[in-house]
């Protein structure tokens, strides 16, 4: 399809919560984030409603956000339902792969944490058992976080398959 430019991603926030953090403040955070301009009436929220991200996802709901959730599963299909998605976890990180791959995933080297996302990303490795053909997705060593991949995977995923959202302008320093 000549002439068609695809659409490039821009990382603009990156935060990692310390531990400990509650999740009514992370809400709060994000709530009044969402709340400001460029964001507000212009963007779509996220959010991984896996394990303990329900109750998460049931917060923004209660603070009047409409959270898109995402069940990251083992399967092998996206399944819709209950304002939200089951996404594999092949398809989040192949969406992520794609972007980087060819060039249209843009991290601000000016974020306070696109070095630890980086580093996420250089760690992050896909395994297949040789007897099962099973793929696991995940960093390759022990104790290191991928949390900042999967955000940006979801965001990634989302914006591929929902592209309605207008571009926000590009900051200073891009």
């Known amino acids: 399809l000549f002439g068609i430019q695809e659409e490039q991603y821009h990382v603009r926030h990156l935060q990692r919560y310390p531990l400990g953090t509650t999740y009514p403040l992370i809400v709060d955070q994000v709530l009044a984030m969402t709340q400001r301009p460029p964001l507000a009436g212009r963007v779509a929220l996220v959010v991984d409603a896996t394990g303990v991200g329900r109750p998460v996802v049931d917060l923004f709901r209660q603070e009047g956000l409409r959270p898109i959730a995402v069940t990251i599963t083992g399967g092998s299909t996206v399944t819709p339902g209950g304002g939200g998605y089951?996404?594999?976890?092949?398809?989040?990180?192949?969406?992520?792969?794609?972007?980087?791959?060819?060039?249209?995933?843009?991290?601000?080297?000016?974020?306070?944490?696109?070095?630890?996302?980086?580093?996420?990303?250089?760690?992050?490795?896909?395994?297949?058992?040789?007897?099962?053909?099973?793929?696991?997705?995940?960093?390759?060593?022990?104790?290191?976080?991928d949390d900042l991949v999967l955000a940006t995977a979801l965001a990634c995923w989302y914006g591929k398959r929902h592209r309605r959202m207008a571009p926000i302008a590009k900051p200073e320093g891009w």
């Open 86 to 145: 089951r996404v594999p976890k092949r398809d989040l990180v192949s969406a992520l792969a794609v972007m980087l791959q060819t060039k249209r995933l843009k991290i601000s080297r000016q974020l306070p944490d696109a070095k630890t996302l980086i580093e996420e990303l250089l760690n992050f490795r896909v395994t297949i058992n040789p007897r099962t053909a099973h793929d696991s997705y995940e960093a390759w060593r022990e104790g290191t976080h």
